[in-house]
């Protein structure tokens, strides 16, 4: 319930536990064991929100969080809890939701381009070690290089990105003076992780269009905030590709959003479910990253609210942002479980009422410790409270049902059908088959020279040939000595002399007349 900037989200003591609506993008933490009410918390929050007219994204784990999209009904529960908090004949009420799913099948398609998220992301994704994301980085490099000479070397989707690891890989010893060292293990390794991506579905997810940021800061006509709810069953069984999606779409944010400082009311809230997933296995510096994004983000009137099991699950540098907390229930059965509790408990402004500690492990399903931020932006000091129940329906929706907000859905069709523009690897094949189009026709060159020297070479032989047959020819037509007084050969015989002169006065005429018929006949064919 929204009223006078302050959002009701829970029962105390003392009365109603308010968040500031002025703090609201302070960010936040949901916490808890499994089955404590973490799921019913993030939509009383998210209902709060979207009454006050303000846009909420949150994933959806197990299909519960569809239940938003429909009017809640009272039950024993709920009428329980109107009584405990003096509440009368609740006004029960659905939310606008618009259904999303990276792989398209329970929602609108969510995708982005290579390019958009970048080499870090794409690294932390792949799994890649410091020298694999180096080559990464500079494959993107290059590609943005070449892309500002005018040419459309534009990283879109995995085909694009394959195509540019090879190209760097061709060119390695060419780029290595001005972008570092590419080897051939590094990029086979790349390209392996790419095929292991690619048989998870995460190809799907790399496409145009690419997904517009406007459409999570939309309201319905009735003014109450869009509820952006993305199917993230199928996606959880990827981690990395669940946590680096979301903190694209973060960052995405805070890169396309501008300056707007404090709002009366922030202008989206971002919820993270399975928040631990965005810090495992994660580097010092994209921890980094995920610090300053978090830190500055709240500038463009954006809070998040990370949902997660322990407050221990978040580097304390981003736990130090989340200024409004709720605790659920812990569990303490083993040393170290105990020793996480006191470390949530640290977390909060102690409350001299209670040991905080001690009230965490007693909290029932629905209960919770909670410390918001005040108007002057201090943390209040923590209270036991109860969260209220949601308006709308609690639990999963029907198929029906979930077609037919799709269906009806302002951006239906947007989304829905690829586009498969020219790109890194369209230019990269085309310049392929040129290169080896040019390779056939000077191969093709070089056989058409080779041929005609062995043409050459033929009809030198050939007129040896021909030579001999004429020598051969005089020599059984004349005789021995006629042939010899021909090849100007001397005969010792004085009257092979004189026969050869005679013979060779009336019959070289005929013979060379014969010869010449031969030679020429044979030249014509």
Sequence with gaps: MYKDSQLYVAHGSKGAINICGKMANRHGLIAGATGTGKTVTLQVLAETFSQAGVPCFMADMKGDLSGISQTGTMSSFIEKRCTEFGIEDPQFHGCPVTFYDVYGEKGHPMRTTVSNMGPELI????????????????????????AAQGDKYLLLDFKDLRAMLNYVAEHAKELTTSYGNVSAASVGAIQRALLQLESQGAELFFAEPAFDIQDLLQCSADGKGMMSVLAADKLMLNPKLY???LLWLLSDLYVQLPEVGDRELPRLVFFFDEAHTLFNDTSKALIDKIEQVVRLIRSKGVGVYFVTQNPTDIPDCVLAQLGNRVQHALRAFTPKEQKNVRAAADTFRANPDFKTEQAIMELATGEALVSFLDDKGTPTMVERAR??????????ITDAQRDDIIKGSRIFGKYDKTVDRESAYEVLLAESQKAEEAAAEEEEAKQEEKGEKKSGKQKKGFFAIVLSAIITSVTSILGTAAANAITGKKSKDGIGKKVAKGAVSSATRTAAREISRSVLGNLIK
């Design 387 to 396: 969260v209220l129940f949601p308006l709308s329906q609690i639990g999963a």
């Design 123 to 146: 690294s932390r994704l792949l799994g890649l070690n410091e020298t694999q994301a180096g080559v990464m980085n500079i494959v993107f490099k290059v590609a943005d290089d070449l």
């Design 243 to 245: 946590s680096s999606f």
